[in-house]
């Protein structure tokens, strides 16, 4: 790893206060504790003066943009509303002014969005993710970026799952892609 600006950019993925907040609709029992982990994730990137992405998902009211073996379960108890303060970014984690915001309507960052495009017009090679949750958009997203051919670092620690057996299931399989999965600690003495 190079650290050069332009080659690095962090993802953050659906941190979002649905997903993230004690007793929220969409709550990942994990990942309220990431919060201080991806803050110094995110206070590195901008010393770093890497180009940062957050992620979120969004939803209409009615669900018809939702996946159709969700559906059911979204309209009982809704979730990342478009313009509801549940889809908003946790306020410990804010976009500064030129940070990316990425709407998604399935797992992955790269889906039906303009992550890739973007990523290749800012010369993007090397991919830092961390986020909410492990078995379904992180894992989606880093399956797409391998595919993609960017080189992935995972932080471990600033990922969360509903149980930490089922991050550390998936933290193997995310191994086996060729992802370097490391500590937010170790990804950021590594790189100064």
């Known amino acids: ?17 649905d997903f993230v907040l004690p007793g929220a609709p969409a709550q990942v029992a994990g990942a309220y504790a990431t919060i201080p982990l991806i803050q110094q994730a995110l206070q590195f990137s901008r010393k770093k003066k890497w180009p940062v992405f957050h992620v979120v998902r969004e939803h209409r009211a009615d669900g018809s943009d939702v996946e159709p073996f969700r559906k059911e379960q979204f309209l009982e108890k809704k979730y990342a509303v478009t313009a509801t303060p549940g889809c908003d970014i946790v306020d410990e984690l804010q976009p500064l002014p030129g940070e990316y915001r990425i709407v998604k309507k399935r797992f992955s960052a790269f889906m039906n969005t303009e992550l890739d ?13 961390c ?20 080189d992935v670092t ?7 799952a509903q149980t930490q057996e089922i991050a550390e299931a ?7 892609l060729g992802v370097s999965c490391v500590t937010t600690n170790q990804f950021t003495k590594k790189e100064k």
């Open 1 to 17: 790893m190079t650290g050069e600006p332009g080659k690095y950019a962090l993802l953050i993925i659906d941190m979002q206060k």
């Open 154 to 160: 995972l932080l471990t620690d600033a990922t969360s």
């Open 170 to 176: 998936n933290i193997r399989d995310i191994q086996n």
């Open 117 to 129: 495009l973007m990523l290749r017009r800012l010369g993007i090679l090397h991919l830092v993710i």
């Open 131 to 150: 986020g909410t949750q492990y078995p379904t958009c992180i894992r989606a997203t880093i399956t797409d970026a391998a595919a993609y051919g960017y």
